[in-house]
């Protein structure tokens, strides 16, 4: 597509509940970015995949958090077991490669945890 | 990790006038910094960037000038437009790093 894609634009659910995101980055793009935005604050880096390599976890705040990226392209951001602080908008980048910015943004998907 | 310290939190200024906006980084290895513009409920676009062997970049009225002795960058906006009005966030990316680090954001309001 033309731009990155990201669904459900809105998720409501109830604490506890498990919850799927997903991504669909800019066609020919390698990497992707997942990043959380809570209320009137920055971007907070979460996970990032390069091609096929393994991804860089290092910013998923909690084994609750996990992603996976099937086929080097769409990327699914898992939060399972959810809390009421997983509430914010959970937005997807992508760029050529690692090394090659810029990184582009999806609309995000604003999770409101009940 | 790096530290992103942005300043200031909120700005108004009067149509036509200029906006600055600043930020300072810790980690001397950061070598790109973009300035992303978002409005509300909307993506951040970025709107201009700047590499680590350039000091100044410009287009049109945006302009971002790189310090890398003092690790801080700058934002200027002129003859600013109501339609300038959002939220600007700076970032860098370090070389021991691939993610984006992101200041916590500048309200800017250009008053008619």
């Known amino acids: 597509g033309a731009g990155v894609s990201q669904s459900p634009s809105n998720k409501v659910t109830e604490k506890g509940k498990d919850v799927e995101l997903r991504c669909d980055p800019i066609s020919g793009h390698t990497a992707l970015y997942w990043y959380r935005q809570s209320l009137g604050q920055g971007l907070e880096f979460l996970i990032y995949f390069q091609g096929n390599s393994a991804p860089d976890k290092s910013g998923l705040p909690s084994d609750r958090f996990s992603a996976e990226r099937t086929g080097g392209s769409v990327s699914t951001l898992t939060i399972q077991r959810t809390q009421q602080e997983d509430s914010a908008v959970y937005l997807c980048?992508?760029?050529?490669?690692?090394?090659?910015?810029?990184?582009?943004f999806g609309d995000g998907t604003r999770l409101s945890i009940l | 990790g790096e530290n992103v310290e942005q300043h200031p939190s909120t700005l108004s200024v009067q149509e036509g006038d200029s906006a600055v906006i600043k930020c300072t980084y810790s980690d001397s290895a950061s070598n790109y910094f973009p300035w992303y513009k978002q409005e509300l409920g909307k993506r951040p676009q970025l709107i201009i960037d700047i590499r680590s062997n350039v000091g100044e970049k410009k287009d049109q009225r945006i302009a971002v000038t790189l310090n890398k002795t003092a690790k801080h960058f700058s934002l200027h906006i002129t003859e600013t437009q109501p339609e300038d009005s959002a939220v600007y966030f700076c970032a860098t990316l370090s070389g021991g790093a691939n993610n984006l680090f992101f200041g916590t954001g500048t309200r800017l309001t250009v008053i008619p």
């Open positions: 980048a992508s760029s050529l490669d690692i090394s090659n910015q810029p990184q582009h």
